[in-house]
T-cell receptor, first 113, second 115 residues
Framework: GQQVMQIPQYQHVQEGEDFTTYCNSSTTLSNIQWYKQRPGGHPVFLIQ?????EVKKQKRLTFQFGEAKKNSSLHITATQTTDVGTYFC?????????????FGKGTLLTVNP | DAGVIQSPRHEVTEMGQEVTLRCKPISGHNSLFWYRQTMMRGLELLIY????????DSGMPEDRFSAKMPNASFSTLKIQPSEPRDSAVYFCASNIQGHQTDTQYFGPGTRLTVL
């Protein structure tokens, strides 16, 4: 079945350092979504990428969708303590409804002030 | 507007007891999802409803789990009998099928502990 892998599983940084998490799918994706879950919270939608090679920015966050639409990355510049949480990528399941998402296991980011 | 509402937020029960989790999706959303989140398995889709009809329940672990959506504003996930391995956070999410994005809006979750 379709698999969505994320690396690293954990990342600890000093405040001000950059952070990147990578997402790889076993199948081509029509789109990819990123969610953030704060400790004790629930996943919150950040962004959706649809086009091959697409790059989107949200303040210090930069999201990329690979040319082959099988991988994606999230880069945070100059991390802050408010960035702490788990970042998930998710893609629609292949061969089925576009509304059923397969989530990666997530990358837990901790930031030392 | 209120987001997805789930109750209870926390549930502690003993093995063998029946557990019912409740969800109210965002008004106007026509799709509803139940997820289970654990450290080991991550976020797993249990069941997906569209227009109150269960479309895919392939993620439901076993017959002990059942879900219903009697109307557009209410859904339940029932576990009977509960087992310690059912301990997890259960999220309900909703969205609008056919909308430009497939964004799912998650509720705050129910943290279930089965002793």
């Amino acid at each position: 079945g379709q698999q969505v892998m994320q690396i690293p599983q954990y990342q600890h940084v000093q405040e001000g350092e950059d952070f990147t998490t990578y997402c790889n799918s076993s199948t081509t994706l029509s789109n990819i979504q990123w969610y953030k879950q704060r400790p004790g919270g629930h996943p919150v939608f950040l962004i959706q990428l649809v086009k091959s090679g697409e790059v989107k920015k949200q303040k210090r966050l930069t999201f990329q969708f690979g040319e082959a639409k099988k991988n994606s990355s999230l880069h945070i510049t100059a991390t802050q303590t408010t960035d702490v949480g788990t970042y998930f990528c998710a893609g629609p399941r292949s061969g089925g409804s576009n509304y059923k998402l397969t989530f990666g296991k997530g990358t837990l980011l901790t930031v030392n002030p | 507007d209120a987001g997805v509402i789930q109750s209870p937020r926390h549930e502690v029960t003993e093995m063998g007891q029946e557990v019912t989790l409740r969800c109210k999706p965002i008004s106007g959303h026509n799709s509803l999802f139940w997820y289970r989140q654990t450290m080991m398995r991550g976020l797993e889709l249990l069941i997906y409803f569209n227009n109150n009809v269960p479309i895919d329940d392939s993620g439901m672990p076993e017959d002990r789990f059942s879900a219903k959506m009697p109307n557009a504003s209410f859904s339940t996930l029932k576990i009977q009998p509960s087992e310690p391995r059912d301990s997890a956070v259960y999220f309900c999410a909703s969205n609008i099928q056919g909308h430009q994005t497939d964004t799912q809006y998650f509720g705050p979750g129910t943290r279930l502990t089965v002793l």
